[in-house]
């Protein structure tokens, strides 16, 4: 095979390179893939990325990223409980390889496929608790210029993807990122960022700019742990619409995931409103935002006081991204008010209890710092606070200092700084 020239590109939380393998005939130029969670490693002055590929020829890539990083967290200054001891952890951090590639049919249609999988970098095991070989992202699919992309298989959802639009940071600093206070409700996680298996999933272009709709659909995703499935979901739907133009790109996504017994039980549905956004002032200046209202409606309570019911809940969050030469600066704020509940929810729920509803309020601050070594490697540190309220269960996604919701002490303030590095190839 002939080796080609790596793809690079400058980015805001990371430095992004793509390594590529041509077949032997062909001398086509490195591809551009999306999809995945390398949304979380966009330049700052080009749009999300799209679907599909921008590739001439077939191709096949062998890619990956590593991100050991070491961080401290505390939880202090509990108003109805003691304080949660601190933690130091070593974590890979998103870190992952793969192979995909694909088939030129001619005409500019493209058969695609992928096979991705999570990796410990401090044992060398595969992180998810099943071991199986493809945990993330793994599909084959098709894509055409004029028809767009259809990929069938192991999929992050549109809802899921958004999480790369409405911040700088990747997997890579999961303390200083607001996924938890954006994406579950006072701790409880509704299952939007876990992938969806047996789905199958439309984009009507391949790109990111312009009208962009997207698709993405499975009638029976139940127990599922060798894929990170758990509960009985047997249906998942998202509905998104995207649109880029320049320095500017905004996307809403609603999903649905039903039956998965998280908070409302029974012939229940977990649902969620977003939208997201970026805007860069400048090629080394730029903000991203998301604003999300998500919600569970089902059967909540026992026996004789069971009914229908809801628990709901509103966040946003902002973050602007700086680059200057080598270093990069990233600020990010994150607001989840207070759960909203209604029905049978409010007898059966316990943050759902009217002394305690309006204290289920958090606030996030986090800074990180980026160096690049080169155009694949850079050094980072970073520091984030939460702020609960005095019924506050949000804690830090992935690493946090209580992995239990229950186990947690409520109005409890998660600290946590670290220091990391990260290699793409």
Same mark, same amino acid.
């Given at each position: 095979?002939?080796?080609q ?71 202090n ?10 933690r &130091? $952890?070593?974590? #890979?951090?998103?870190?992952?390889? *793969? !192979?995909? /590639?694909?088939? @030129? ?9 992928q ?23 793994t ?8 028809f ?36 579950t ?20 272009s ?11 659909? &499975? $009638?029976?995703? #139940?127990?599922?742990?060798?894929? *990170? !499935?758990? /509960?009985?979901? @047997? ?14 790109y ?28 970026r805007?860069s ?51 990010g ?43 694949r ?20 996604d ?28």
């Amino acid at each position: 095979m002939k080796k080609q020239n790596f793809k690079q590109a400058c980015l805001v939380g990371a430095c992004l390179a793509y390594g590529a393998m041509a077949h032997a005939q062909e001398a086509a130029k490195a591809p551009t893939f999306a999809g995945s969670e390398e949304a979380g490693f966009n330049p700052l002055g080009s749009p999300v990325s799209g679907d599909g590929v921008s590739v001439s020829g077939d191709t096949l890539q062998l890619y990956g990223l590593l991100s050991p990083t070491i961080a401290y967290m505390t939880a202090n200054g509990a108003r109805n409980g003691p304080d949660e001891s601190s933690r &130091t $952890n070593f974590a #890979s951090n998103g870190s992952y390889w *793969g !192979i995909r /590639g694909a088939e @030129d049919l001619g005409s500019t249609w493209y058969v695609l496929f992928q096979l991705e999988n999570t990796v410990n970098v401090g044992t060398g095991t595969n992180t998810n608790a099943s071991g199986q070989f493809a945990g993330r992202d793994t599909f084959i699919g098709i894509q055409n210029d004029t028809f767009g992309v259809l990929k069938f298989g192991l999929l992050t959802s549109p809802l899921y993807d958004t999480v790369g639009t409405y911040k700088f940071l990747g997997d890579q600093m999961p303390i200083a990122s607001p996924t938890t206070l954006m994406t579950t409700l006072n701790g409880t996680s509704l299952q939007f960022n876990n992938r969806v298996a047996n789905a199958v999933l439309y984009a009507t272009s391949k790109d990111s700019s312009g009208l962009v709709g997207h698709f993405l659909y &499975t $009638n029976s995703q #139940s127990a599922d742990p060798a894929n *990170g !499935i758990t /509960g009985n979901a @047997d249906r998942v739907y998202s509905l998104s619409a995207s649109y880029g133009a320049g320095p500017m790109y905004l996307q809403y996504v609603y999903e649905s995931r039903a039956n998965q017994d998280k908070l409302a039980q029974g012939s229940s549905n977990d649902w969620s409103n977003r939208i997201v956004g970026r805007y860069s002032f400048t090629s080394t200046f730029s903000l991203a935002f998301g604003l999300d209202y998500s919600g569970s409606d089902g059967t909540y309570g026992k026996k004789t006081a069971a009914g229908p019911g809801r628990v709901s809940r509103q966040a946003a969050t902002v973050s602007l991204g700086k680059v200057v030469g080598n270093n990069e600066f990233i600020g990010g704020y994150a607001y989840a008010r207070s759960l909203q509940c209604s029905g049978a929810a409010v007898g059966a729920v316990a943050s759902c209890a009217s002394n305690v509803r309006s204290g289920t309020s958090a606030q996030q601050f986090s800074l990180a710092y980026i160096y690049r070594l080169s155009k694949r490697t850079l050094v980072s540190a970073y520091i984030s606070r939460i702020w609960n309220g005095s019924q506050g269960l949000y804690d830090f996604d992935s690493t946090p200092v209580v992995q239990s919701v229950s186990a947690r002490t409520p109005g409890v303030n998660p600290t946590g700084g670290g220091v990391g590095i990260t290699h793409i190839f």
